[in-house]
């Protein structure tokens, strides 16, 4: 294993500490328990929006943290969800009294500690809903889930709705907007390479020089098929049919109801796309990837996109939901309304994302 760390149990801890010395004018950070928070936070009258996971996908959270996207992020050990006690400090430093909404990827360990996080914040007075994001096509369920995987579509739920929030959106409002993100986004990745995380020294699987992982998972999870190496085409092509052709996809997920005052099933349907759908087009280096490939990616998922009758109105590429120094790429396809692109189009600024500013 070769990395630029130090002790392997304080990889954490050291990132935490070098984003706080390098982006004091967004980022403040609380430790023990750890979580990155805005520094103005909290902003008057303003919905907080905090989502959290394993560490390990940076930027995904922690860089996306300032305005126009996370008010907080709450940083898991490397690949482990984060708990409940860093959420619940999270929303209690972020809390402007109009309440919180966390944004929750479809990981199990995820999905448990910011229910009981809600729970524990709502018990000290904070209005809290929880927004699962479930938008991985590859698998039905995974290693770490129960249902699709929460992946690409994080990122750009964590932008549209909080450039809403920093509009004034209601808690409410925020919580329609960014379901709706999640149902009309779809995601796909694949992996030329292994990661190896620090305190376990080896890489999380195997593949052999002329081997590629198809569907891969964002913790190094197998996908749907491990095949030999093709050209770039054909593997984009692999991943945009998938996204592209997946059918309309229905699933029960819990949500908290406000007017109950408790925890509810709902069923979400995912639609499929349709020729004549708007969407922004994301193509992702999973960690690894030279910036010279992705291009190439983007090349052949615009002409794909063409072909089925889909128009990309917005588009990002770059590495922004990583799975440490795998080698790999990932595609997400939303479908866009005027709402998303107008609020896409707001101004960010984080360490990892920003315009406009």
Not at 90 to 116: P, R, W
Not at 257 to 263: G, I, R, V
Not at 330 to 339: A, F, N, Q
């Amino acid at each position: 294993m070769k990395k630029l760390i130090n002790d392997p149990e304080q990889v954490v801890v050291e990132q935490l500490e070098g984003m706080a010395l390098a982006y004091p004018d967004l980022i403040k950070v609380h430790y023990e328990p750890n979580f990155v928070y805005r520094a103005d936070a909290p902003v008057d009258g303003k919905v907080a929006v905090i989502s959290g996971g394993g560490s390990g996908h940076e930027p995904m959270h922690g860089g996306l943290v300032g305005v126009g996207m996370l008010d907080a992020a709450c940083p898991g050990a490397v690949f482990t969800s984060p708990t409940p006690d860093q959420m619940l400090e999270a929303a209690k430093a972020t809390d402007s009294g109009a309440g919180v909404l966390y944004i929750v990827k479809n990981y199990t360990g995820d999905v448990m500690n910011f229910e009981m996080a809600a729970d524990m914040a709502r018990a000290e007075g904070i209005d809290v809903l929880n927004i699962l994001i479930d938008d991985d096509v590859a698998v039905k369920d995974s290693l770490y889930t129960a249902g699709r995987r929460g992946v690409g579509t994080t990122v750009l739920a964590e932008k549209i709705v909080g450039a809403a929030a920093e509009r004034g959106y209601d808690l409410e409002a925020l919580a329609d907007l960014c379901r709706r993100v999640n149902i009309n986004g779809r995601s796909m990745g694949m992996a030329l390479t292994p990661c190896t995380v620090p305190t376990a020294g080896e890489p999380t699987f195997e593949l052999e020089e002329d081997e590629m992982e198809i569907g891969i998972g964002i913790h190094g999870e197998p996908g749907r098929k491990r095949i030999e190496l093709e050209p770039v085409d054909e593997i984009t092509e692999m991943l945009a049919t998938s996204i592209i052709e997946d059918e309309a996809y229905t699933r029960t997920v819990r949500e908290w109801d406000m007017e109950k005052e408790e925890w509810v099933e709902i069923e979400l349907v995912d639609p499929p796309f349709e020729e004549g759908d708007k969407v922004l087009a994301f193509v992702n280096s999973m960690g690894g990837t030279p910036d010279i490939e992705l291009p190439i990616v983007y090349r052949k998922l615009h002409e794909i996109c063409e072909a089925h009758g889909l128009e990309i109105v917005r588009n990002l590429m770059g590495r922004y939901i990583t799975s440490l120094e795998m080698e790999g790429v990932s595609i997400t396809l939303l479908k866009m309304d005027d709402e998303m692109i107008e609020l896409w189009d707001e101004p960010v600024k984080t360490s990892g994302l920003r315009w406009k500013m």
